[in-house]
Every structure is written in C-alpha cells, then in structure tokens.
C-alpha cells in the first residue's frame, strides 16, 4: 500500500492528513507538508491526522518530535489526532501522550 499525505488550512489551524504507511520513506514529504506551515505566521495549530495510518515506526515518532520542538519555537501547538488504536499504543509506550495533545 502507498503512502499519502494531504494538508488542509482553515483559520489558524492547519491538517496533515496521513494515509498508509507513517515510516523513514515519509520524511521528505513529511517535512516538504509541513514546511510552509511553519512558515505561515497565520497558523498557529497543527494537527497530524492518524485515522489511516496502519504502519508506524520509530523515524515517523523522530519525524513528530522535529516537528514538535521546529512548531514550539514558533509558538505553534502540534496536536496528533484521531490515531488508530495500534498508534495510540505506540503513543502511550513512548510517552509522546505526555508531550503531545492527543485527540
């Protein structure tokens, strides 16, 4: 199965929509998504979409982590949202739900 992601605006909040396989053959359209998000000064929410992902390892959790501090520094909040029960486990075992808004 391939992989996708989708970005969607509205207001001050942007969405990553991420469909398929979450692992280390994501990362340049992971931050080539994600780049002009934290360059637009208007968005100050970003939400990583989970619904879809099936697959999950520890590249995407270092991909969150970039995004997180890179969004921190601008004064933006990361929120991953809506993750499979499988990604919502992996979440829990690595902490991220203490560092992460998790919806």
């Given at each position: ?24 053959h ?25 619904s ?52």
């Open positions: 199965m391939s992989s996708q992601i989708i970005v969607t605006t509205a207001g001050g909040s942007a969405k990553i929509h991420i469909d398929g396989r979450f692992d280390f994501m990362q340049r359209e992971f931050r080539t998504a994600y780049t002009p998000i934290l360059q637009d000064e208007s968005i100050r929410t970003i939400e990583i979409e989970l879809k992902v099936n697959y999950l390892d520890s590249s995407a959790l270092g991909m969150l982590m970039l995004l997180r501090e890179r969004s921190q520094e601008l004064g933006k909040v990361v929120a991953l949202v809506s993750p499979t029960d499988t990604v919502r486990k992996i979440f829990v075992i690595a902490k991220f739900d203490k560092l992460f808004k998790l919806d």
